[in-house]
Structures are given as C-alpha cells and as structure tokens.
C-alpha cells in the first residue's frame, strides 16, 4: 500500500471516528436539551401548583375571617340587647332583693353565654386554620416527594 493510499485510509478512518463522536455529541446534547425542557416544564407546573395553593389558603383565610367577624357582630349585637333587657328589667324592681337577683342572674348568664360563644369562636377559628393550612400542606407533601424523589435518582 503506497503512503497515499495509506493517508487517504487514515483520513477516512478519521472523519468516521469524527462523524460518529458528532453524531454522539449531537444525539447526547438533543437528549440533555429535552430532558432539560421537561424538568423546565415541571418546574413552572410546579410553581403554578404553588401559586394555586397560595390562593386557595387565602380566599379560605378570607371566608373564615368574614364568617368570624359576622359571628362576633352578631355575638356583640345579641349581647347589647340583653344589656338592655336586663337594665330595663332591673329598673322594674321594686326591691334591693330583686335588684340583686335579676343583677347575679344577669351576670351568670352573660358569663355562661360568652364561655358558649368563645368556645364556638374557637372552634371556627381552628376550622378556618386547619382550611387555610390545607393547600399548603398539601404543597409542602409534594415538596417532599420530589426531594426524595430527587434523592433517589
């Protein structure tokens, strides 16, 4: 084999060898790109999720703020107007006895109908925590999927 022949072999055998690691590369970067595009796409799925979880806790916390504020409107209202009964019917007596009955029996009612109410307000309260915390603990499980699934590749 002359040196020609023998140069053009090698030339040849050079540009396969060049041609297939491009063909690698090219076929090895097309494979990085897409997986990059859809770990991109799941990113911003994951933020919109996110983004939704933040709304949905709001509006709940919104609603339960509303549903509380219109129970302690009601609350103070219907306290006021037993004020009043209680002050008018105080007024009627026609001893220091009956002062001081109607007195101590205004008083333990007040008392036991603020106790009735607080434990009522606690108990909407804690309703609307645990609605308002809902999406988002629902996020923070999906933060911990992907963490551990992130781990375990």
Excluded: W
């Amino acid at each position: 084999m002359t040196t020609v022949a023998k140069t053009a072999k090698t030339v040849k055998e050079a540009t396969q060898s060049m041609e297939a690691m491009t063909a690698a590369g090219q076929h090895q970067m097309k494979e990085g790109l897409e997986r990059s595009m859809a770990a991109m796409a799941e990113v911003g799925a994951f933020g919109k999720e996110n983004v939704e979880a933040f709304v949905a806790s709001a509006t709940a916390t919104t609603k339960g703020m509303e549903a509380i504020s219109a129970r302690a409107v009601a609350y103070s209202k219907t306290a006021m107007e037993n004020h009043m009964a209680a002050a008018k019917s105080i007024m009627t007596s026609k001893s220091v006895q009956e002062v001081v009955e109607k007195q101590a029996e205004y008083a333990r009612s007040v008392f036991d109908t603020y106790l009735a109410e607080m434990n009522k307000m606690t108990e909407l309260m804690s309703g609307v925590t645990k609605e308002a915390a809902k999406p988002l603990n629902e996020r923070m499980t999906a933060v911990s999927h992907l963490i551990q699934n992130s781990a375990s590749r």
